[in-house]
């Protein structure tokens, strides 16, 4: 396990690294028009880079987790940008879907593995609950800078302005991981039954809940609104809160970090607000509705990684991986089962109160006073 004092450099290049890998996760979805035409597919086909993107995504967050106790965040930090450097290499130099897709695949590798690495690396450097709550707001940050520059960028780079910007964000999260200070390796355990543990459990369901299932109903708000009669343009904005609330209580659930009364409160607002969400309100309480979506997705997130890594001291970066894991499961399996209610009556209504039931079962989740998990 690697140990060294708090540093400014070692913070900044856990932001640097966490923002400039996550970037990939939206930055094709920012331009999928123009994507699909130049690639001449549908809609549906530039879906997949972002599915191939997510799967992989998934698959490496326990491993990556392993690989940041065992040789180094910072270390696993450079492999995972490297992999996004190769993926969108390739992403540039061919102009065909099929291999588009499994070069995403490999930027998956590299968004996933950075973003555990990011997380540990953030530990490592003693940084507090507030801080790592940062580290979240900075990981959706480049996202949702992603969805506001690239857009920008296509008229003059066309269809490659997605993977440009994607390699520009990946050179300068290296720089700044370069400029960190190299912390000392200490052996650590080889094996973690992480599965059977059901602390970690438990907080991987709070995370899927909260963060995961947030990330499905904002790919589906939008649409939702829209097939209600909404203007699309107030639509788009008003579902962005879904995603941009958490940039303000990710840090702030730093200062709550264990407090289960917080907890237990914002899962009761969140599924409050996407009760409301499913209902025929006015364009103004679904508005609201949103926006308190939003906030309570981000306030647990510090709780969720301090508890995993004081859970399993360890192996933390494995125990990140693994609470993160079921996120970002939730949002590859979620995202097209909310899809296909669409199709039933009440066109999405009933995906949404789905979701609100989701969030109220989560408060199961929050741990009992007597298993003292995030202290």
Same mark, same amino acid.
């Given at each position: 396990m690697e140990r060294f004092p708090s540093h400014r450099l070692a913070i900044a290049g856990a932001l640097a690294l966490g923002a400039g890998v996550t970037w990939n996760i939206s930055n094709v979805g920012a331009v999928a028009d123009p994507l699909a035409d130049a690639y001449g597919v549908s809609l549906a086909v530039v879906g997949l880079f972002t599915t191939a993107l997510f799967v992989t995504h998934l698959l490496v967050q326990i491993p990556g987790g392993r690989a940041s106790d065992r040789i180094g965040a910072r270390n696993v930090g450079f492999l995972a940008v490297g992999a996004v450097v190769a993926g969108n290499l390739l992403l540039l130099l061919a102009h065909d879907p099929a291999l588009a897709i499994g070069a995403r695949a490999v930027v998956g590798l590299g968004s996933g593995a950075g973003f555990v690495a990011g997380a540990e690396y953030m530990r490592i450097a003693h940084a507090s609950p507030v801080l790592q709550g940062i580290y979240g707001a900075a990981t959706m940050a480049g996202g949702g800078l992603a969805i506001a520059i690239v857009p920008q960028l296509e008229p003059s780079i066309g269809w490659r302005a997605p993977y440009w910007s994607a390699l520009v964000a990946a050179v300068a999260a290296a720089a700044v991981l370069a400029a960190a200070p190299v912390p000392k390796l200490r052996i650590v355990a080889r094996r973690a039954r992480l599965v059977a543990d059901r602390r970690l459990v438990r907080l991987g369901l709070l995370h899927g809940a909260t963060f995961g299932l947030s990330v499905v109903g904002a790919n589906w708000v939008v649409t939702l609104l829209e097939r209600h009669g909404d203007p699309s343009g107030t639509a788009a904005a008003l579902g962005s809160l879904l995603l941009l609330g958490g940039l303000v209580t990710r840090p702030l659930g730093g200062f709550v970090a264990t407090s289960r009364a917080a907890l237990a409160g914002a899962l009761v607002a969140?599924?409050?607000?996407? %009760?409301?969400?499913?209902?025929?309100?006015?364009?103004?309480?679904?508005?609201? %509705?949103?926006?308190?979506?939003?906030? %309570?997705?981000?306030?647990?997130?510090?709780?969720?990684?301090?508890?995993?890594?004081?859970?399993?001291?360890e192996a933390p970066g494995a125990a990140v991986g693994f609470v993160n894991a079921w996120a970002i499961g939730a949002v590859v399996a979620g995202t097209p089962l909310l899809g296909l209610t669409f199709s039933l009556p009440g066109d999405g209504r009933i995906g949404f109160a789905c979701l609100a039931a989701l969030w109220a079962a989560a408060l199961a989740t929050v741990p009992r006073a007597r298993e003292e998990p995030l202290r």
């Open positions: 969140g599924s409050v607000a996407f %009760a409301v969400l499913a209902l025929p309100a006015p364009l103004a309480v679904l508005g609201i %509705a949103g926006a308190v979506a939003g906030l %309570a997705a981000g306030l647990p997130f510090a709780a969720v990684f301090a508890g995993a890594q004081r859970t399993r001291p």
